[in-house]
């Protein structure tokens, strides 16, 4: 049986945006839409065993033993880049994407980005998701087996902890499978 699982990842290629403290009415003000993300699209950085994103750390989560018939653990996955020129199915926009990415053992992990905004402002991040579970081939094959829980979530930490299972605020929870789908979280 073929697994691959997908879930809680933090940021793909997002935008953030900080608007007006939460203590003031909202029409009191528009929002100041401002992109407080370096390197936003993950278009900067190189890859090896780690992830080098230029601006943004990896995370993931290792627990049990490898070969456990239920699949209660998880590995490190690998992370590496997607090239709009040699992959366009994979990238959503300008030349890159980031690609975290596991085979055939389950894995919780993502990447993230610490960003300073005033006490009592509303944070908005945005990013787009996109999963493939089954075998790539060299025609690039495209159809993703949707049967496979391929669970994707935004996750927001209010008090800036590095911990993804600690504090952090998660959205809903999509399985985009081949297709890119936009996240949002407030």
């Known amino acids: 049986m073929r697994l691959v699982k997908l879930l809680y990842l933090g940021v793909i290629a997002a935008l953030a945006v900080a608007s007006v403290p939460a203590s003031r009415p ?27 994103i230029k601006n943004w750390d990896p995370w993931w989560e290792t627990s049990g033993a490898k070969g456990d018939p239920n699949l209660n653990y998880t590995l490190k996955p690998h992370y590496a880049y997607e090239y709009s020129l040699s992959a366009p199915q994979w990238v959503r926009s300008g030349s890159l994407a980031c690609h975290v990415y596991n085979s055939w053992d389950p894995w919780h992990a993502g990447i993230r980005q610490t960003v300073a905004v005033p006490p009592g402002s509303r944070v908005r991040a945005t990013a787009w998701g996109l999963a493939f579970v089954g075998p790539i081939d060299s025609n690039s094959q495209t159809v993703s087996e949707s049967g496979v829980n391929a669970n994707m979530q935004l996750g927001i930490d209010p008090n800036g902890n590095i911990d993804p299972f600690s504090g952090v605020q998660w959205g809903g929870t999509q399985s985009p499978h081949a297709a890119y789908q936009l996240f949002t979280l407030e």
Do not use: F, R
Request: with cysteine; proline share 7%.
């Open 26 to 52: 909202a029409a009191a003000a528009p929002l100041a839409q401002t992109n407080l993300l370096v390197n936003p699209g993950c278009e900067d950085g190189t890859y090896g065993d780690v992830a080098a």
